[in-house]
């Protein structure tokens, strides 16, 4: 069965550093890999999300990932956090079976920006 | 076009009460699906459907029924509500049988049971 680790359950940055959030995942085929955020008291949006391919993904709000298979892991950054980034992360590993696909979830990190 | 709804936003239920949870979408999506979502443990899969007519167990299902008669609608019962169901939960859902397409999530239902 697949499942995905984020180490950090908190992370505390200063509006302007660079982030970086961890992912790692466990799945024996080609994982599908996602990342999402989720504002206080939202729903879950989608940042970007690796098929295949480039294994350096852009996302929406400046987010990028890279996919590195040798070491299992889909790690989240962006150069210049902005305090409107403050949000809970999650990083979701997919698959097919069944003909639908399932996502499983890290326990998700939670992002404070200081200003 | 609306996306997913989920209704109500919040409910307090007490232990051994019913409920059914709203979930609807307006983007003729296939697939459709709920999760719970508790402090430390991100987002668990409790059943999921891949059409109308078509639903099966995720991770979590125990407690909880699901039905889908029409494309739009994926309502989520609670037979006998219990306090281990206090959580906030959230329907999903995708175009695209079979392939992976983004999923959207609703903006949630927090529920207490007392």
């Known amino acids: 069965a697949q499942s995905v680790t984020q180490p950090d359950i908190h992370i505390t940055v200063s509006e302007g550093a660079s982030l970086e959030l961890r992912c790692n995942y466990s799945y024996g085929a080609t994982p599908y890999l996602f990342w999402y955020v989720q504002s206080p008291g939202q729903g879950l949006q989608l940042l970007l999300k690796y098929f295949s391919g480039d294994t350096l993904v852009q996302g929406i709000k400046g987010f990028e990932a890279e996919f590195k298979r040798s070491q299992s892991s889909f790690n989240l950054r962006k150069p210049s956090v902005h305090w409107s980034d403050a949000a809970e992360y999650f990083c979701a590993v997919g698959t097919l079976t069944g003909g639908g696909n399932k996502l499983t979830f890290g326990t998700g990190t939670q992002l404070k920006v200081e200003l | 076009n609306a996306g997913v709804t989920q209704t109500p936003k919040f409910q307090v239920l007490k232990t051994g009460q019913s409920m059914t949870l709203q979930c609807a979408q307006d983007m003729n999506h296939e697939y459709m699906s709920w999760y719970r979502q508790d402090p430390g443990m991100g987002l668990r899969l409790i059943h999921y459907?891949?059409?109308?007519?078509?639903?099966d167990q995720g991770e979590v299902p125990n407690g909880y029924n699901v039905s889908r008669s029409t494309t739009e609608d994926f309502p989520l019962r609670l037979l006998s509500a219990a306090p281990s169901q206090t959580s906030v939960y959230f329907c999903?859902?995708?175009?695209?049988?079979?392939?992976?397409?983004?999923?959207?999530f609703g903006p949630g239902t927090r529920l207490t049971v007392l």
């Open positions: 459907s891949v059409g109308a007519g078509i639903t």
């Open positions: 999903a859902s995708r175009s695209g049988f079979g392939s992976y397409n983004e999923q959207f």
